[in-house]
Nanobody, 120 residues
Framework: QVQLQESGPGLVKPSQPLSLTCTVS??????????WGWIRQPPGKGLEWIGY???????YSSPSLKSRTSMSRDTSKNQFILQLTSVTPEATAVYFC????????????WGQGTQVTVSS
């Protein structure tokens, strides 16, 4: 059973960077056929893909966030990391880390989600 767990600050000030870490257990982030990504849900809105990381360290980011997004992984810790630069209050959301099938991009495992609030 694959499990994902997000960690990071619950409160970030505007214009500051945001860094979230996803720790994976029950499966390796180096396994083929899967992408590891991030999805968020702002209050009262739908789910939004932020981006994902492939096992060959290629990344895809949502065009609206690409300039402010970076993703990386630490295979020694079986973790992958999301970094957003200079966040605004519009980044307030529940952030989920996920595993998706590489071919279909269908998500089969979700973290429980972590609330991030951007406020001064």
């Amino acid at each position: 059973q694959v499990q994902l767990q997000e960690s990071g600050p619950g409160l970030v000030k505007p214009s500051q960077p945001l860094s979230l870490t996803c720790t994976v257990s029950g499966g390796s982030i180096t396994a083929d056929r899967y992408y590891w990504g991030w999805i968020r849900q702002p209050p009262g809105k739908g789910l939004e893909w932020i981006g994902y990381l492939t096992t060959s360290d290629n990344t895809y980011s949502s065009p609206s966030l690409k300039s402010r997004t970076s993703m990386s992984r630490d295979t020694s810790k079986n973790q992958f990391i999301l970094q957003l630069t200079s966040v605004t209050p519009e980044a307030t959301a529940v952030y989920f880390c996920v595993r998706a099938a590489a071919i279909t991009r269908d998500v089969d495992y979700w973290g429980q989600g972590t609330q991030v609030t951007v406020s001064s």
